[in-house]
C-alpha cells in the first residue's frame, strides 16, 4: 500500500470529544459502544503493527468539541509523518480551549450519550 502513497489520512476517534465522564456511545443505527472501544478501534492498527502514527487537532465542531487527524506511514516514516502534522498543525493553529459542553444536542455526531 505505501508503494504509491506517503501515508494514510483517518480520522484519530470516530467522532468529536466525548463529553467528560460519558461512558458510552449511541450511534444513529442504535448500536451501543464503549467510549474507550470507540477511541482505539481507528488508532489499533497502527499501535498493534508497529508502524509510526501521528495526531494532530483538526478543528472544532459547531459544538465547540476537538476533532482530530491521524496520520498512518510505512515503518520508519517518522520524519514524513512530521510534515503534514505541522501543516495541519499550521493551518488550524492554537485551537483555542472550549467551554465545556454541559449539554450538547444529540444531534451533533449522530450520537447522544445512554
Not at 459502544?33 to 503493527?49: D, F, G, I, M, S
Request: aromatic share 4%; proline share 10%; hydrophobic share 45%.
Amino acid at each position: 500500500m505505501f508503494q504509491k502513497i506517503d501515508a494514510l489520512i483517518v480520522p484519530t476517534v470516530p467522532t468529536v470529544a466525548a463529553r467528560r465522564g460519558q461512558k458510552a456511545l449511541i450511534w444513529q443505527n442504535g448500536s451501543e459502544e464503549q467510549v474507550v472501544e470507540a477511541y482505539v478501534r481507528l488508532n489499533a492498527a497502527a499501535n498493534l503493527t508497529g508502524v509510526p502514527a501521528l495526531s494532530a487537532p483538526a478543528g472544532r465542531h459547531s459544538s465547540g468539541l476537538p476533532f482530530g487527524v491521524q496520520f498512518i506511514g510505512p515503518a520508519h516514516s517518522e520524519a514524513v509523518l512530521l510534515k503534514p502534522g505541522q501543516l495541519v498543525e499550521g493551518i488550524t493553529g492554537q485551537l483555542p480551549m472550549a467551554s465545556a459542553c454541559t449539554d450538547c444536542p444529540p444531534h451533533l455526531t449522530g450520537l447522544r450519550a445512554p
